[in-house]
C-alpha cells in the first residue's frame, strides 16, 4: 500500500505563487512516475504535468512555461510550482504514481486564484 499526501493549496491572488507538495509513504518516486491532475468546479479532471522516474518532465499547454514539476526522491515528494496564477487555474490538485503496479491517488488540495 502507498499513501499520496498533497499539501500546499490555499487562496492565492491572480499573479501569484504556490507550491504544491505530494509526500508518498514509500519511497516510491525514484522507480516510478508521478504526474499531477486538477478538476475545477464543473469540469472533468485534466492533466497537469508528468515527471518520470528519470526527471524527465511534460506539462499541459495550459501551464507550460508557468508551472514546474519536481521530486527530491531522498524525502519521497513531488512538487507543483506554480507561478503566474490565473483564476482559471482554481481547482482541486491531485497527485498520482504507482507502486508493484497499481495506481494509487491522493485525495488532492484546493487552490482558488481570486482577488
Known amino acids: 500500500q502507498v499513501q499520496l499526501v498533497e499539501s500546499g493549496g490555499g487562496l492565492v491572488q491572480p499573479g501569484g505563487s504556490l507550491r504544491l507538495s505530494c509526500a508518498a509513504s514509500r519511497s516510491i518516486f525514484s522507480t516510478n512516475a508521478m504526474v499531477w491532475y486538477r478538476q475545477a468546479p464543473g469540469k472533468q479532471r485534466e492533466f497537469v504535468a508528468f515527471?518520470?522516474?528519470?526527471?524527465?518532465?511534460n506539462y499541459a499547454d495550459s501551464v507550460k512555461g508557468r508551472f514546474t514539476i519536481s521530486k527530491d526522491n531522498a524525502k519521497n515528494t513531488a512538487y507543483l510550482q506554480m507561478n503566474s496564477l490565473k483564476p482559471e487555474d482554481t481547482a482541486v490538485y491531485y497527485c498520482k504514481s504507482w507502486w508493484n503496479g497499481m495506481e494509487y491517488w491522493g485525495k488532492g488540495t484546493l487552490v482558488t486564484v481570486s482577488s
Open positions: 515527471i518520470s522516474s528519470g526527471g524527465s518532465t
